[in-house]
């Protein structure tokens, strides 16, 4: 059983969630830790921006949540070690019965084999807000997760599947310890058992294999207050019969009447919703840093925060930079480079300059958290122009964005803006920034809108724009432009 790796792309767009639900509006603040591991507080909430070098939005490719009700759950699958694409999908289970009441499939293993990053990330960004009805009639809180340690090389190997091994493997999260071996499953907690049963029906066996695939404990999602437990199971393969994506099985245990009062763990905890720059790594700052609350329109509607990662050619050295600008005229009134492209890949065989680099970015953290942290900031929220690029093309094809007091419509740079009432259209020719219009690959005529950002309480429409690429010029530029309807 051989895994195909993933392409380089693939890891930024693993479920590059830049799809959200409504965030609140941000006020000044003591500025928070910057060493914080981001967390997402609901399914499919808006990712950070990872200063990786691709140029293209990350995010974490797990995740769990419950509800405020404690009757469902929802989580993200993805594809099996041996799938040549990858694969996300939205599943939402129902805690009592473990029936599936909802999924939406983000991008399938195909469409994760046939696509660019971009052209994928804009894929399942389109569907996910087709999820979106269903994910905001309740409020959803992170689940605890804890991997098991123990990812033995018997897993991954042929006699796995062959000699149809059941690993026993156990998990320890909180006040409870889980202990499978296929398909008894053991439960304690603090060293009472409250769980021992077989779950044969937990049994995955794929068409054309001569057996079912042996499963094995690979995480535990859990949720203390609600006494719910999300396992996560890993299947051996071999080639002639590759092993089936992990599969999700909720249980609701006896109530803990000694957690009565008790505290949720401070892995539960969410990082600031405001823009706010951090990192997940005190060792490796600069390999860990993210930007998230991005984009924001100031309280006034006179500023807005940008964070931006470049591409970096083939060194995809990671960067990321800060901007503030102008709604009125669209001009950079501030900004600071947290990282700069270059900076990383000298330093990267010495520890001592690592290190070095690491106190210049931490410095540079905390110039923007306190800049930022000097206004009163509000998040954009995403509208969907139609149709959304989700494939490769030489000419950007005419969208449009319908709200109810604004029409935009947009076809190859050229945009046009109409507001309800006497107001006149706006018309702007949007090219990228330094297009003397004579590249090669006719920039203006592959250019579309990426994402829409209105604020109309505040007259402010936010922009990104990118080029639609294909075999002959494959690079997908991305860049904003804000303006100012009154």
């Known amino acids: 059983?051989?895994?195909?790796?993933?392409?380089?792309?693939?890891?930024?767009?693993?479920?590059?969630?830049?799809?959200?639900?409504?965030?609140?509006?941000?006020?000044?603040?003591?500025?928070?830790?910057?060493?914080?591991a981001w967390k997402p507080s609901a399914p499919l909430q808006a990712s950070p921006l990872f200063a990786t070098g691709?140029?293209?939005?990350?995010?974490?490719?797990?995740?769990?949540?419950?509800s405020s009700d404690g009757k469902s759950v929802a989580f993200l699958t993805r594809e099996s070690s041996a799938a040549e694409g990858s694969a996300r999908a939205l599943v939402v289970k129902d805690v009592d019965t473990d029936a599936v009441v909802f999924e939406k499939v983000l991008f399938s293993e195909e469409e994760g084999f046939q696509r660019s990053g971009p052209d994928l990330e804009r894929l399942a960004r389109s569907r996910?807000?087709?999820?979106?009805?269903?994910?905001?009639?309740?409020?959803?809180?992170?689940?605890?997760?804890?991997?098991?340690?123990?990812?033995?090389?018997?897993?991954?190997s042929d006699a796995c599947f062959i000699q149809r091994k059941r690993p026993k493997r156990s998990v320890s999260l909180e006040e409870l310890k889980l202990t499978y071996q296929e398909p008894r499953l053991e439960i304690s907690r603090r060293g009472k058992k409250v769980l021992d049963r077989r779950f044969p029906s937990w049994g995955v066996r794929q068409q054309g294999c001569e057996h079912a695939s042996p499963s094995w404990l690979n995480g535990t999602f859990v949720n203390p207050e609600r006494n719910v437990v999300l396992i996560e199971l890993g299947f051996c393969g071999v080639d002639s019969c590759p092993e089936p994506p992990a599969a999700f099985h909720v249980l609701r245990?006896?109530?803990?009447?000694?957690?009565?009062?008790?505290?949720?763990?401070?892995?539960?905890?969410?990082?600031?919703?405001?823009?706010?720059?951090?990192?997940?790594?005190?060792?490796?700052?600069?390999?860990?840093?993210?930007?998230?609350?991005?984009p924001a329109i100031s309280e006034d509607g006179k500023l807005v925060a940008l964070a931006e990662v470049f591409a970096d050619g083939e060194r995809k050295?990671?960067?990321?930079?800060?901007?503030?600008?102008?709604?009125?005229?669209?001009?950079?009134?501030?900004?600071?480079?947290?990282?700069?492209?270059?900076?990383?890949?000298?330093?990267?065989?010495?520890?001592?300059?690592?290190?070095?680099?690491?106190?210049?970015?931490?410095?540079?953290?905390?110039?923007?958290n306190g800049a930022l942290g000097r206004t009163r900031w509000v998040a954009l929220e995403e509208q969907p122009p139609q149709p959304m690029v989700t494939e490769s093309c030489q000419q950007a094809p005419a969208q449009k964005l319908q709200l109810p007091e604004l029409e935009m419509t947009f076809n190859q740079g050229h945009l046009v803006l109409k507001q309800t009432g006497s107001a006149p259209p706006i018309e702007l020719k949007l090219n990228r920034p330094g297009d003397n219009g004579a590249d090669a690959c006719k920039t203006a005529s592959r250019t579309f809108m990426d994402?829409?950002?209105?604020?109309?309480?505040?007259?402010?429409?936010?922009?990104?724009?990118?080029?639609?690429?294909?075999?002959?010029?494959?690079?997908?530029?991305?860049?904003?432009?804000?303006?100012?309807?009154?």
């Open 1 to 36: 059983m051989k895994g195909i790796p993933m392409q380089p792309w693939s890891i930024g767009v693993v479920c590059a969630l830049l799809w959200a639900l409504p965030a609140a509006a941000s006020a000044p603040q003591e500025t928070p830790p910057e060493h914080t």
């Open 54 to 66: 691709g140029g293209e939005p990350t995010s974490p490719d797990r995740g769990a949540w419950i």
């Open 128 to 156: 996910a807000w087709e999820a979106r009805s269903y994910l905001a009639q309740r409020e959803w809180k992170p689940l605890l997760y804890r991997e098991n340690p123990q990812h033995d090389a018997e897993f991954f």
């Open 253 to 294: 245990l006896p109530p803990d009447k000694s957690r009565a009062g008790a505290t949720a763990s401070d892995q539960t905890k969410v990082t600031p919703r405001g823009p706010f720059v951090g990192y997940e790594k005190p060792d490796a700052v600069s390999a860990s840093l993210y930007a998230t609350g991005f």
């Open 317 to 368: 050295d990671p960067n990321l930079l800060i901007t503030l600008r102008n709604a009125q005229t669209n001009e950079v009134t501030w900004k600071l480079p947290v990282l700069e492209a270059g900076e990383v890949s000298p330093v990267l065989r010495s520890l001592p300059l690592s290190r070095e680099l690491d106190k210049k970015v931490l410095e540079r953290i905390r110039q923007v």
């Open 451 to 486: 994402a829409a950002y209105v604020d109309s309480s505040r007259g402010v429409v936010l922009l990104r724009l990118s080029t639609c690429g294909d075999e002959t010029c494959p690079a997908q530029d991305r860049w904003y432009h804000a303006i100012k309807l009154r």
